[in-house]
């Protein structure tokens, strides 16, 4: 028992202070390892037997309650600020971190509501018990150290709401179990050791947010991402790959904070992108795009943050994107742009708005470009996006119509003059709301099919900048406390 007791506090002590001397490989390991310590020492059918026969509890509700919290005491091993020193004796409702309210379903009770356990410090693991606790709503376990996964039994929480696991040590899959939580709307488990793939049915749930960043998610994004509800989907700092679903056009009407940063990310952006009218933040930097920035961003017209840095973008910067009208902080920096509009150079003088575009392929135009042996290799085979598949555009409409005169001339790099477009038939764009402005100069389509770029070329030369930190101002769900780490 010793050795159990010590050693998932040393494990979560490695990974809390060392996590980045460790390689991936040793962190999946100590994850394993501490997954099947779990499993050795809390079988499944361990369940506790409430041994205080004094306690007298009348209302089932707070009894229920009492059994859950004692079972959630007994699962801690470590309680270094003396969290849960009062959970003695029947009075549930006086225990540390609970709150109790009137019963929604007998006015004459009280009930267990919220349990708030935020930045406790304990460590242990969740027991099946907590399934006890049917009228809480509320459930925040940010920034501790539970350990194992999350049980079953959390779906028996028929009132929950929010469930808040962030900056913990869970480990496993997606924890399918909270998708039966039936009336959950806030789903918080960033900063934990989940790994595999997202299920489609999460983005089914009629949640508002959703924070998955800083696991070990792999895969792609579901299809489903577009029949989400959500307002805030934040999957940033995961291990995903794939496009990124042109079905993400659909979550128009509520979607609002898109968060995507630091994944792996391939293919082009969709030109469904520019359907987000109501989005405020969208990131999609530090990933493998390719291709040109879709016109259709235009359409963003409630953004204020767009981070489009750190990809393999190539084209020009369109002049329409640079004028979005809610526009704070746009940066386009580290990619393989050659030329961007005078909207956009205009921006350096603009005190309410943040511009980042250094480390492109704009040459002499620009402040701290990339040199000319960097962006040789990538500029001169840029992708077209209308030929890429599965991650391409549609083939753009074939009408030559005079686009807008303040147009960009082409690029100045002399690469070869686009061909006329493609075959007369292509259906129009499925895009409703901004005309995919023809303007953007048609990619020069070399006659050798684009390379794929697997590896994002070594950003050598210039100093990586201060790590791009999400937009904590600006985000809507900051209240319950950060994790320790920086993040969203
Ligand atoms: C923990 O809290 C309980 C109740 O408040 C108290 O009786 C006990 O002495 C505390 N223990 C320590 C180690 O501080
Ligand atoms: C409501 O709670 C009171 C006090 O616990 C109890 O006597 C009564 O039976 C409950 N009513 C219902 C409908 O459960
Ligand atoms: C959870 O609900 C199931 C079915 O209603 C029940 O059998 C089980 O005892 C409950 N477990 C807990 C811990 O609440
Ligand atoms: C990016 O994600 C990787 C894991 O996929 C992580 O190790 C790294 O710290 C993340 N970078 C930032 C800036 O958060
Ligand atoms: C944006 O949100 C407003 C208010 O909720 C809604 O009326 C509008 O339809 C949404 N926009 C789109 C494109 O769905
Ligand atoms: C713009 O975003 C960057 C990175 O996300 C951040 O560091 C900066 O503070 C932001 N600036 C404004 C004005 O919001």
């Known amino acids: 028992m010793g050795t159990f007791h010590l050693q998932p506090l040393l494990v979560a002590a490695l990974l809390f202070s060392a996590s980045f001397a460790l390689t991936i490989d040793e962190e999946i390991a100590i994850a394993n390892r501490q997954k099947v310590a779990f499993e050795q020492h809390h079988p499944t059918d361990h369940v506790h037997i409430d041994i205080n026969i004094d306690i007298k509890i009348n209302n089932p509700r707070l009894l229920s309650a009492h059994k859950a919290l004692q079972a959630l005491k007994d699962a801690l091993y470590s309680d270094p600020n003396n969290f849960t020193g009062n959970w003695v004796g029947p009075d549930v409702c006086a225990y540390n971190g609970v709150f109790c309210v009137t019963s929604l379903h007998n006015q004459s009770e009280s009930a267990v509501a919220s349990l708030d356990m935020n930045a406790a410090d304990v460590a242990g693991y969740l027991p099946k018990e907590i399934g006890l606790m049917r009228d809480l709503a509320v459930l925040h376990l940010n920034s501790n150290r539970f350990c194992g996964v999350i049980p079953e039994e959390i779906k028996n929480m028929t009132e929950l709401y929010e469930f808040d696991a962030s900056n913990n040590r869970f480990v496993g899959p997606f924890p399918a179990a909270v998708l039966g939580v039936p009336k959950l709307s806030y789903l918080d488990i960033r900063f934990n050791d989940f790994d595999g793939p997202i299920p489609p049915e999460l983005f089914l749930k009629p949640y508002d947010a959703i ?105 020009d910067v369109p002049g329409d994107v640079c004028q979005l009208p809610a526009l704070a902080n746009l940066s386009v920096s580290y990619n393989f742009l050659t030329r961007e509009a005078t909207e956009c150079s205009a921006l350096d003088g603009n005190m309410d708005i943040s511009f980042r575009d250094e480390a492109n392929c704009m040459g002499q135009s620009r402040p701290t470009q990339r040199s000319a042996g960097e962006c040789t290799p990538v500029v001169s085979h840029p992708v077209d996006c209308t030929k890429v598949k599965p991650c391409g555009w549609p083939s753009m409409e074939p009408t030559p119509k005079p686009a807008a005169n303040n147009n960009p001339p082409p690029p100045v790099a002399s690469p070869p003059l686009p061909p006329p477009p493609l075959a007369a038939s292509p259906p129009p764009p499925p895009m409703s709301s901004p005309p995919p402005p023809t303007s953007s100069p048609p990619q020069p389509v070399a006659s050798p099919p684009p390379p794929v770029f697997s590896p994002p070329p070594p950003i050598a030369s210039p100093p990586p900048p201060p790590i791009i930190l999400p937009p904590v101002r600006g985000t809507k769900y900051q209240s319950p406390p950060p994790p320790l780490f920086p993040g969203y």
């Open 211 to 315: 924070f998955l960043n800083n696991n070990r998610f792999t895969s792609g994004i579901p299809e489903t991402i577009g029949k989400s509800k959500a307002s805030v989907i934040v999957l940033a700092n995961n291990q995903l790959g794939g496009c990124i679903p042109r079905s993400i056009g659909e979550a128009a009407a509520t979607l609002d904070q898109f968060i995507f940063t630091n994944n792996s990310f391939t293919g082009c952006l969709p030109v469904e992108t520019g359907l987000l009218t109501n989005a405020s933040v969208f990131d999609v930097s530090t990933n493998v795009l390719t291709g040109s920035i879709p016109p259709t961003l235009a359409g963003l017209s409630k953004v204020e943050q767009l981070d489009l840095s750190r990809n393999m973008f190539t084209g």
